[in-house]
């Protein structure tokens, strides 16, 4: 396979580029023996056994007879009892034709051999385990892809060109938990420097948490993703999966769901704002319900089509309940607050709420809450981070959604309204 485009930027400045040979090789006189017929090469010069397939190798190069010429190097390097200076020489030869040549093979052995014998610069051997590791991923043999990228990072070369090696080949290789143990840190090098993460690099991880079969890693990744890219298709799977996991309580908690995809504004179509807003007068919360059809209705999705006769019902009923509603809402709040049971504090909370009035809903909230007879107190908790975030408080939002115990959802829905503000 020809590797020229993918080994040339490499190999520039090696001193193993065709036109300068001349700069790799000894002079001339140093391939002939030495003065008074010694037949061992002394310091840096090359024997003729040596240096004469060599110079030939040259001049098929010259004719862009490659394969001819890497033949000369093999014959070159044949030759038995080779100093090091001789033998370095021929390797480096070797990788110079053999690139030439395409022979991926031949070239991998020679740059192997180079670094090795420790023949290069310290610079030198870092480009070379560099292009080593890209020769090998681009055979596909991705141990030594491992391998040459690691001994790369070691030796100082372009560590984001190796770590995306590694990347790479642990992923063909199908060493997924490498590849999120690599793409984790690469993400977090960039955050120690200052920079976020792109879209593109945690949508990779994300992938390769599927790829590992790591649900609540994939999904720790989609909530980095909701805050930092708030794009719908990330929310609309983030909460999906939230839901299917293991004892997340959908329907005690089917109203708050609305409520938080509500407030991301993943709710548009008619039948979804009239389904949320049949549960909220069903709760007992007809301000809600007429604010979120009054939405529906101003954004056309509701009041017009097939089910225009059932949602206008629909938006009476909670007009009148409204209506009533705010009649009581004084005396059913002093009712409440001074019974016995939390339930009924919490649910004027909630009716406070509905009508926008969030500072009304946080004392009362905060006042069922302690009088510590709640059937779901982190329920309470839930919607009392979502008071504290309307009216701007984060950091009680985030204290309240801290002390979240439960595990079967509230805990999920506040850290997500706590994402969806960050997102805002």
Same mark, same amino acid.
């Given at each position: 396979?020809?590797?020229?485009?993918?080994?040339?930027?490499?190999?520039?400045?090696?001193?193993?580029?065709?036109?300068?040979?001349?700069?790799?090789?000894?002079?001339? $006189?140093?391939?002939?023996?030495?003065?008074?017929?010694? !037949? !061992?090469?002394?310091?840096?010069?090359?024997?003729?056994?040596?240096?004469?397939?060599?110079?030939?190798?040259?001049?098929? +190069? =010259?004719?862009?007879?490659?394969?001819?010429?890497? %033949?000369?190097?093999?014959?070159?390097?044949?030759?038995?009892?080779?100093?090091?200076?001789?033998?370095?020489?021929?390797?480096?030869?070797?990788?110079?034709?053999?690139?030439?040549?395409?022979?991926?093979?031949?070239?991998?052995?020679?740059?192997? @051999?180079? +670094?090795?014998?420790?023949?290069?610069?310290? &610079?030198?051997? *870092?480009?070379?385990?560099?292009?080593?590791?890209?020769?090998?991923?681009?055979?596909?043999?991705?141990?030594?892809?491992?391998?040459?990228?690691?001994?790369?990072?070691?030796?100082?070369?372009?560590?984001?060109?190796?770590?995306?090696?590694?990347?790479?080949?642990?992923? $063909?290789?199908?060493?997924? %938990?490498? #590849?999120?143990?690599?793409?984790?840190?690469?993400?977090?090098? *960039?955050?120690?420097?200052?920079?976020?993460?792109?879209?593109? $690099?945690?949508?990779?991880?994300?992938?390769?948490?599927?790829?590992?079969?790591?649900?609540?890693?994939?999904?720790?990744?989609?909530?980095?993703?909701?805050?930092?890219?708030?794009?719908?298709?990330?929310?609309?799977?983030?909460?999906?999966? +939230?839901?299917?996991?293991?004892?997340f309580n959908r329907d005690r908690l089917a109203l708050d769901i609305y409520r938080l995809k509500y407030t991301i504004g993943l709710l548009e179509s008619g039948?979804?704002?009239?389904?949320? &807003?049949?549960?909220?007068?069903?709760?007992?919360?007809?301000? $809600?319900?007429?604010?979120?059809?009054?939405?529906?209705?101003?954004? @056309?999705?509701?009041?017009?089509?097939?089910?225009?006769?059932?949602?206008?019902?629909?938006?009476?009923?909670?007009? !009148?309940?409204?209506?009533?509603? !705010?009649? *009581?809402?004084?005396?059913?709040?002093?009712?409440?607050?001074?019974? /016995?049971?939390?339930?009924?504090?919490?649910? +004027? #909370?909630?009716?406070?709420?509905?009508?926008?009035?969030?500072?009304? %809903?946080?004392?009362?909230?905060?006042?069922?809450?302690?009088?510590?007879?709640? =059937?779901?107190?982190?329920?309470?908790?839930?919607?009392?981070?979502?008071?504290?975030?309307?009216? @701007?408080?984060?950091?009680?939002?985030?204290?309240?959604?801290?002390?979240?115990? &439960?595990?079967?959802?509230?805990?999920?829905?506040?850290?997500?309204?706590?994402?969806?503000?960050? /997102?805002?």
């Open positions: 396979m020809t590797r020229t485009r993918l080994f040339t930027a490499a190999l520039l400045g090696t001193a193993l580029a065709f036109g300068s040979f001349a700069a790799v090789m000894a002079p001339s $006189e140093a391939f002939a023996q030495k003065a008074g017929g010694e !037949k !061992k090469a002394s310091g840096d010069t090359v024997r003729p056994e040596v240096g004469t397939p060599l110079q030939a190798a040259q001049e098929l +190069v =010259k004719q862009k007879k490659y394969k001819e010429a890497l %033949a000369k190097v093999k014959e070159a390097d044949a030759v038995p009892n080779k100093t090091p200076f001789e033998a370095s020489t021929v390797l480096q030869f070797k990788v110079a034709v053999a690139q030439a040549a395409g022979d991926s093979e031949e070239l991998e052995k020679g740059m192997e @051999g180079l +670094v090795a014998a420790g023949a290069l610069q310290p &610079a030198q051997q *870092a480009q070379y385990a560099l292009v080593l590791a890209q020769s090998y991923l681009t055979d596909k043999n991705y141990a030594k892809t491992i391998a040459w990228a690691q001994k790369a990072i070691s030796l100082g070369a372009n560590e984001a060109q190796a770590r995306n090696m590694l990347l790479a080949a642990y992923f $063909e290789s199908k060493d997924y %938990a490498n #590849a999120v143990k690599e793409m984790s840190s690469k993400i977090a090098a *960039a955050e120690r420097a200052g920079q976020r993460p792109t879209q593109r $690099e945690l949508e990779i991880l994300a992938s390769l948490q599927i790829s590992n079969n790591n649900e609540a890693g994939y999904i720790s990744v989609l909530e980095r993703l909701v805050a930092l890219y708030p794009e719908k298709k990330y929310w609309e799977d983030l909460l999906n999966r +939230v839901q299917r996991k293991p004892g039948g979804e704002l009239m389904e949320m &807003a049949q549960l909220s007068l069903q709760a007992g919360n007809p301000g $809600e319900a007429q604010a979120i059809i009054d939405k529906g209705y101003a954004s @056309g999705v509701m009041g017009n089509g097939p089910e225009a006769e059932r949602q206008k019902r629909l938006k009476d009923m909670a007009s !009148k309940q409204v209506g009533d509603d !705010k009649k *009581a809402l004084a005396q059913t709040e002093s009712e409440a607050l001074s019974g /016995a049971n939390a339930g009924p504090i919490l649910r +004027v #909370a909630e009716a406070y709420a509905g009508y926008g009035q969030f500072d009304k %809903a946080v004392t009362l909230a905060e006042a069922a809450i302690a009088k510590g007879n709640l =059937k779901n107190p982190d329920d309470a908790r839930l919607r009392l981070v979502t008071y504290y975030l309307a009216l @701007g408080q984060k950091a009680k939002a985030e204290a309240t959604a801290k002390a979240i115990k &439960a595990t079967d959802g509230p805990a999920d829905l506040a850290r997500l309204s706590l994402l969806a503000a960050k /997102a805002k």
